[in-house]
């Protein structure tokens, strides 16, 4: 749980930037790329990322969002929807929240959640979802970006073996 709204800050900005970088890696033709019929795609994963961050609003933030509920065919439309997303959700947060308001609790399907504990829920949730994204990226043929460190391929361009 976050107990300052620097702490959020610092954390939502770099992990933003990783989840960018991702998004910034999609093709057109990769958001069709599915993990099991009957599940979603990765362009609907990638989607969901940008359409969940308004959930922030039930917590009592306002900001705008994406109206579409489907995943748009363009990989720059779903790419430009989180950049401006997770900029509205860090604005929102830092001109509408002081550090108190980080244990002001908000009632999120049945449970009571400190805004704090929301918004580190927010970030676990940007990750697990990163995580399905480059699976589906990889099978999509792309080039994964450098999340949290070097890639196959980053070991690769720079002539070293990659570790198994």
């Not at 890696?25 to 069709?32: E, G, Q, V």
């Not at 009592?60 to 969002?65: N, P």
């Not at 995943?71 to 929807?81: D, L, N």
Request: hydrophobic letters at 40%.
């Amino acid at each position: 749980m976050f107990e300052k709204l620097e702490q959020f800050a610092t954390e939502w900005v770099q992990e933003a930037e990783l989840t960018q970088r991702a998004m910034d890696a999609l093709t057109d033709a990769s958001l069709d790329q599915e993990i099991a019929a009957e599940r979603r795609t990765l362009g609907q994963i990638a989607w969901h990322l940008v359409k969940s961050l308004h959930y922030m609003t039930s917590c009592g933030l306002d900001f705008d969002g994406p109206s579409e509920d489907q995943a748009p065919s363009s990989a720059s439309v779903i790419a430009e929807g989180y950049r401006k997303i997770s900029e509205s959700v860090l604005n929102a947060v830092m001109t509408q929240w002081s550090d108190a308001s980080l244990h002001e609790t908000t009632e999120i399907m049945g449970e009571h959640w400190a805004n704090g504990a929301s918004l580190h829920f927010t970030i676990m949730h940007q990750a697990h979802h990163r995580g399905q994204m480059t699976v589906l990226m990889r099978q999509a043929g792309l080039t994964l970006p450098e999340i949290y460190g070097p890639t196959y391929d980053t070991w690769v361009r720079k002539g070293m073996a990659p570790l198994l």
